[in-house]
């Protein structure tokens, strides 16, 4: 795949998920959706106190990622019981809070505060574990509320659901793959915008055993030709959905081919131009190439036994880059599947970020608190560790040449002196 057609599918996408500016970083996996920006000259090297241009308290752990539109940054913020959307300045101030819920608790590494919000700009949405979804403007005032688990049932995913929204047109999209502790039906939801009625429901069924309907995945945006699809994956399948219904248009087996009976899937798919990467639990990871039309299933391009877990992979539109949990990483090319490198380590540690990609180098982080960065290259280099030394789970999010960690007691914003 030439870099031309990727960038010109990753202009595709930022024109189906709303106006973001290439300073911006509106949803988990940022502008394009798939954990990239075309962002250059950030910082390659910080420390707690080197390139920190400002530091936040927060309260506690949170697996949910910052977005940024503008000068504002939105984001997830646990305290005991109560879970909280924060807006906060580029200068680090907090503008305002807004309380979400308060039936917060611990689930496992995280709590229910997980999901992070998504924003087009005017409105900032948000979703809690406790199924919770509001909409607010820029300004704090809140526009709707919708409490899912009262609308459809508790939900019933073993570690806390953490599935975070999508924007398409006037929708939001939800996703509530669960089966572990309940006999409800899986779902996949579209509410509208502006009002938080509901456009869409549909069922999403499964015969994946015991643990394995449970989904922690964010659904992502699919292009064939002229149309677009929804993919969700999850509870042993790749499903592709007709954004104006819900429909299911196609499905693909093999997330579980040998039906174990704990394979729940964390780390979510991404799209790079007309490939479909979706991770499993390891084994395998799929790369499906789309169908000859539109709303046909896609085929198997290839497959990789040893895939991630938790952290998403990345894409530069001509490596696809693997992070697995024990900081090994691996690069493959997107179409043929040939290994160009790895297993390579990192460090030590165990990782629940998933690898951000911006310039040129990926960014990995790790549980405690250390980034590293990589040359993304046909061959293995790292070219700079930090280390803040503070527990993480959450992604990285990258806006106007600044970088955002957050952390069990911090946001952090790394950038480098003056703008230089």
Known sequence: MSRARSLAAFAITLLLAGSAGAGDWPHWRGPQMDGTSSETGLPLEWSSDSSV????????????????????????????????????DTSGEVLWTRPLDDRNEPKRKGNLSSPSPVTDGRTVW????????????????????????????????????????????????VQVLHGFNTDDPSYLLAVDQKSGETLWRVERPTDAPREAPDAYTTPA??????????????????????????????????LNPDKHPMYRVVASPIVVGDTIFAPSRVKPLLALKAGATGGTAPVRLW?????????????????????????????????????LWGPERVADGNYSASPVLADGKIYVTNEDGMTSVIDAAPTFEIVAQNDVGEYTLSSLAIADGRIYLRTAKHLYCIGRPNGG
Request: net charge negative; proline share 5%; glycine share 12%.
């Open 303 to 339: 497959s990789f036994d040893k895939g991630p877990d938790v952290p998403s992979p990345v894409s530069d539109g001509e490596r696809l880059y693997i992070l697995r949990d024990n900081g090994v990483m691996f690069a493959f090319d997107v179409v043929t599947g040939e290994q």
């Open 221 to 254: 945006l699919f292009r064939r030709g002229s149309e677009v699809e929804i993919v969700i994956s999850g509870a042993d399948y790749v499903t592709g959905h007709d954004p104006a219904t819900g429909r299911e248009l196609w499905r693909v087996a093999g």
């Open 126 to 173: 948000t979703m809690t574990g406790t199924g919770v979804l509001k909409a607010f403007d820029m300004s704090g005032t809140e526009r709707w509320s919708r409490d899912l688990q009262a609308d459809y049932g508790r939900f019933g995913i073993l570690h806390g659901y953490s599935s975070s929204p999508l924007l398409y047109q006037r929708s939001v999209i």
């Open 53 to 88: 241009l400002w530091q936040l308290p927060l309260p506690e752990v949170s697996g949910s990622t910052p977005v940024v539109w503008g000068e504002r940054i939105f984001l997830n913020v646990a305290d005991g019981e109560q879970i909280s959307l924060w807006a906060v």
